[in-house]
């Protein structure tokens, strides 16, 4: 099968289903202009995925916003820098359980069926190509170069999103509903541990999530600080890029060796984990946290093949200094000298921190807010997560702060305490994404229930209309 030939398959599937017919939500007019029954902010997988599921619900009054160009949403083509996706290639994930949307019909199209049976797990690139043909063949509502810088309630349940950017046509947009689908930095930021932050010049130093100038560092000698995947992707990469040097300093006396979402994939924890007891919750993500993903066998095999890499356990860093040689590091085993330090220490998540929840973010519970962890668990960066509905609607502090987050849902990272990796790891998306839809579908359904429910008690127009007058018997 040709790729043209899979398009084809993927419209006549989706006929089958009557997709793209008869919306139900009915349009709200207001004197600022057109009102989106929801708006999504962020187009990447998450982003389409979550606009994908609610054209399935005949909710088409939608818009994604991302803000980089077309082609280039998420972090795909941008700051990752890993080979192939870790997840395994045989999880489904946006497709939402239409065979000829999965990657595997989208690979098989293009180089055969032997050839998937031959790649251990997805290219990262071709991954992208994915997202990008997906967004094409079922002709997904996304605006592309939009900023979102603020989020304002106003009026009964509606929303006015303050818009910035080449590619926003106007100021300001309305919605009844906002998905946050921001990804894995949506609900928070990337942490830089204050002692680099506050103590090198910023040309020493880039976290992984940055644009970093390999180029210039061609022939030079860095250092990663950080134990997980991605740490050891861009080690490889800066090697492959012609870095003469790259040393991973990890914290552990061991590598990390354990990944708990293989056995959550298996377990029925993925799909199942909202129903656990908030105790049990926060029981799961503290031994999540304790055990982040490693890299996997393939990418560490890559990376210490180089004869310029080098791998330093036991090694936290406790202190940094910059020198006219560069960046001076300090560990339990020594002073080291690099050209340039790469942070891979992961992210800090706060709904106070993003700068669209301004106006809202007194209003978000957090996790500690409504449990408090014995002391051996507690963890304040869980406990800043936000504290969500089982299907991602954000919940208020205290009962006058309702009114302003009715109609916000948080889909990126900051769900995973709430809701698990449902809205985190592709191995949660076929399972996640339908919640999310049916939440905001009914949410849509409830806002309007009284007209809705008025037009059905009201309801008079005849389908059966035979002519009884030849069928009666006489009296």
């Not at 239409?98 to 690979?107: N, Q, Y």
């Not at 993500?285 to 890559?302: A, I």
């Amino acid at each position: 099968m040709s790729l043209e030939a899979l398009n084809e398959q993927v419209k006549r599937d989706l006929s089958f289903l009557s997709f793209g017919v008869s919306e139900w939500a009915r349009p709200l007019k207001h004197p600022e202009g057109h009102v989106y029954d929801v708006i999504i902010v962020g187009g990447g997988q998450s982003g389409l995925a979550a606009a994908f599921g609610l054209m399935r619900e005949r909710i088409m009054n939608i818009l994604v916003l991302d803000e980089n160009p077309e082609g280039y949403e998420g972090p795909w083509e941008t700051y990752a820098r890993m080979v192939t996706l870790r997840t395994p290639k045989h999880l489904t994930s946006i497709d939402l359980g239409i065979p000829s949307l999965t990657f595997r019909s989208f690979w098989e199209a293009q180089f055969g069926a032997k050839s998937w049976e031959a790649i251990d797990k997805i290219p990262r690139g071709d991954w992208m190509n994915y997202l990008r043909w997906y967004r094409k063949v079922l002709g997904l509502p996304v605006k592309n170069k939009v900023t979102l810088n603020l989020i304002e309630p106003f009026e009964n349940n509606l929303y006015r999103l303050h818009l910035a950017g080449q590619g926003a046509c106007a100021n300001t947009l309305l919605a009844r509903k906002v998905i946050l689908a921001t990804g894995i930095q949506g609900g928070g930021e990337w942490h830089v541990p204050p002692m680099i932050s506050e103590k090198l010049p910023a040309h020493l130093y880039a976290h992984t999530s940055k644009a970093i100038d390999f180029a210039a560092l061609k022939g030079k000698k860095i250092a990663i600080l950080g134990g997980g995947a991605s740490a050891f992707d861009n080690a490889h990469f800066a090697l492959t890029e012609g870095v003469a040097l790259a040393h991973v300093f990890v914290r552990r006396k061991d590598m990390q060796r354990i990944n708990p979402i293989r056995q959550m994939e298996g377990s029925g924890l993925i799909e199942r984990f909202q129903v656990l007891s908030d105790e049990d919750k926060y029981k799961v993500m503290s031994h999540f946290f304790r055990h982040s993903q490693p890299p996997t066998n393939d990418t560490f095999e890559r990376a210490s093949s180089w004869p310029g890499f080098k791998l330093h356990l036991g090694s936290p860093w406790l202190d940094v200094e910059a020198t006219s040689e560069g960046a001076v590091v300090t560990t339990p085993h020594g002073k080291f000298t690099y050209d340039f330090l790469i942070i891979s220490t992961g992210l800090v998540t706060d709904p106070a921190i993003r700068p669209e929840l301004k106006l809202v973010e007194k209003h978000i519970a957090r996790w500690g807010d409504r449990y408090k962890a014995p002391a051996e668990l507690a963890n304040p960066m869980i406990d800043s997560h936000p504290y969500l509905s089982l299907d991602f609607a954000l919940q208020s502090r205290e009962k006058q702060g309702e009114k302003y987050l009715h109609g916000l849902f948080s889909y990126n990272y900051s769900a995973l305490i709430s809701c698990g990796i449902l809205a985190s790891a592709l191995s949660g998306m076929r399972f996640g994404i339908p919640k999310l839809v049916t939440a905001v579908a009914n949410q849509l359904f409830l806002d309007n229930q009284k007209n809705i429910l008025k037009d059905y008690f009201n309801y008079q127009e005849h389908e059966f209309v035979a002519d009884l007058t030849t069928t009666q018997e006489l009296a």
